[in-house]
């Protein structure tokens, strides 16, 4: 697989011989690769595109239908994910053994850089982080767009969803929607003791119970600095609490613009 002529065309299989073999890097090509099972990072490997706009990795199909998988799950503190799109991935991972949680990515140790994670979803459960869920210390995204994730009954973080000791900064969380009576907590973010920093979150449409734009969990560790809350909007049929940020006890939010939520 090493130079374009061997090139592998399965994205999981050049992973996996990287990782035996002691290569650091899979480049992915400017073409859009189609998958139908998540691809799992679990070796110190950097699988790089050649930027948002040119590589897309996405599930096979668009809806609410099968096979429902994530698009890439991280699990070493060497994995990196970067300048690709990650399009169409389900958070119903229950198949594969790994919950429901993370359409796009799920990052339990690892980086997710300078992608796109567009048109995530989740129906007809509790699912945790749409776009992105990171698990805890050691997960970190950076320079990310996350955008156009849609949920059904009541997701927790429709862009992303943020643990204690993860880390996401310099990230856009835009265009949620949904349209349950039991709406995202945290359209936009879920914040559970991680930190949100030098984050935009605005656009984000949802019938919510508490933070269309960012929900605070009631956990001391959490932390919002430095982030952009605006334009975020539950139906008037509805009540919510915060719709900019709610939080929901311990937990500490600072120099943030929180502007033009109703």
Not at 239 to 248: E, K, L, P, T, V
């Amino acid at each position: 697989f090493e130079t374009w002529q061997n090139a592998a065309t399965n994205i999981q299989a050049a992973v996996d011989y990287a990782g035996s073999n002691g290569i650091a890097t899979v480049q992915l090509t400017n073409e859009t690769y189609t998958i139908l099972a998540q691809i799992q990072v679990t070796n110190a490997v950097t699988v790089c595109g050649a930027g948002r706009a040119n590589t897309i990795v996405r599930r096979s199909v668009t809806g609410d239908t099968a096979p429902k998988h994530r698009i890439f799950r991280l699990n070493h503190a060497g994995a990196v994910v970067e300048a690709l799109r990650m399009q169409y991935g389900h958070a119903d991972n229950s198949g594969s053994g790994t919950g429901t949680r993370g359409g796009g990515a799920e990052v339990i140790l690892g980086q997710v850089l300078d992608c796109e994670i567009a048109n995530s979803m989740g129906y007809g459960g509790a699912y945790y982080g749409l776009g992105i869920y990171l698990d805890g210390a050691g997960a970190v995204v950076s320079n990310c767009v996350i955008y156009a994730s849609n949920g059904g009954s009541h997701p927790v973080g429709g862009g992303a969803y943020v643990n204690a000791g993860a880390l996401m900064t310099h990230c856009t969380l835009r265009d949620y929607t949904g349209f349950s009576s039991t709406g995202a907590e945290g359209a936009g973010a879920y914040v559970n003791g991680g930190v949100l920093r030098w984050c935009r979150i605005y656009n984000n449409l949802s019938f919510c119970t508490g933070g269309v734009g960012i929900h605070v969990a009631n956990n001391a560790a959490g932390l919002v600095e430095y982030c952009t809350v605006t334009s975020n909007v539950t139906p008037s049929q509805y009540s919510a609490n915060g719709i900019g940020i709610y939080m929901a006890g311990a937990g500490t939010v600072r120099n943030c613009l929180v502007a033009f939520n109703r």
